[in-house]
């Protein structure tokens, strides 16, 4: 279905043929570890994690307020009831509340022995000494069974699945464990991932700029990015474009690293040696997409290492490695690699392209009062352009067969968040 040997054949992959046949490349990984819940966000559950314990684990209240019987309250006439106790949140009150009388209650308190409703306070009239209450006949007349009252186990029930396996932990997911009283969850270990930026022009930030140099950009995307997704990065800098410098470092990398990421080096120009060096050390699965930004992506593997060779232009790196390199990550971290989300919005912008690859365009979203949702892009559509990256927040994606975008058209919009990116 696609070229084995550097893109010999003429027609390029699509986006979705190279997802599809480097997912099948990829196997999550399998090896877990226990981490402690505060250690536990962003990270991938590995097996199903039944709920021990019924939550509430008692009947309780949902309002401050008094617990009686329903049955006690009078819609001819006040009610007064004597108030007998009080159930505080962790503090229950011991013994039955007896028919007739009353006990204080508030947020997340026990329900007593005997009583069926909770009265908020705000409905109670209250002796200054809180020896009694009265309810109006026109509120105890509205009064229904169960009334403020959280049942044992509405929440959770013991014995069903709490969290599925694979789930990318999130705070609240997080906080339903702790919920059972679970300290510690197995998770995924973390892919490690070596990037490497690879150019004779890049500098480190902090450095002088000598002539026709440029201050290295792309590892500051990437590892920004992979430590988003809980991957465990190792930074291996900027490499010369010299095969000896990068054939040995990419060799090294390989043998301890589930995946290897590098920028830069794998188009058709003299220095581009990066391809080449896959290629010797390993072996290339495919080169070179139908998109726009990110044509010449590389995808390979030496040894058991996957390696993805991206192009060098800043915003080919960020483009490909949201739309065709986390789909991977996730998927060998253990979770599923979902599309990313699209919204169908209005485009505020003319564009003019030749239709055969998929393009993406640095965009931004806001809401006309009248017209909706309106997406205009950057000025500046250079793959070098690092300030679209930052004006951006999310990417106008125009599928292959587009020959233009006229304002008013629809357009599809892929917010940053939705790719992990907030
Ligand atoms: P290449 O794919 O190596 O031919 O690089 C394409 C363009 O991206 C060139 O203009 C490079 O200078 C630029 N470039 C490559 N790597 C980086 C980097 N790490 N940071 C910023 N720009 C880069
Ligand atoms: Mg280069």
Redesign the pocket.
Known sequence: MFPTDCGSSDRLLTLGEAITAALKAVQPIRESEPVPLMEAFNRVLASDLPARLDVPPHDNSAMDGFALYLADARSDEPTRLPVVGQALAGHPYRGVVPRGAAARITTGGVIPDGPDVVVMQEQCLIASDESWIEIEPQIAARLKSGENIRRRGEDVRAGTVLLPRGLRLRPQDVALAAGQGIAALDVIRRPRVAVA???D??REPGMELSPGA??????YVLIGLLRRLGCAVTDLG?LR?DRDIVLPALREAATSHDVLLT?????V?T??LVKDVIAELGRIEFWRLAVKPGK?VTFGRIQDCVVLGL????V??MVSFLLFARPLLLKLMGTEPAEPSRLRVMADFAFRRKPGRREWLRARLRLDPARGPLASIYPNNSS?A?SSLSWADGLVELPEDCAGVAPGDAVDYLPFSGLGVE
């Open positions: 930026s690879t150019g022009e890049l440029i201050y290295e950009t792309n590892r900027i474009d920028s830069g080096g794998v188009s120009g220095a581009d010449p192009p060098g232009n800043p080919s790196v070098g690092v």
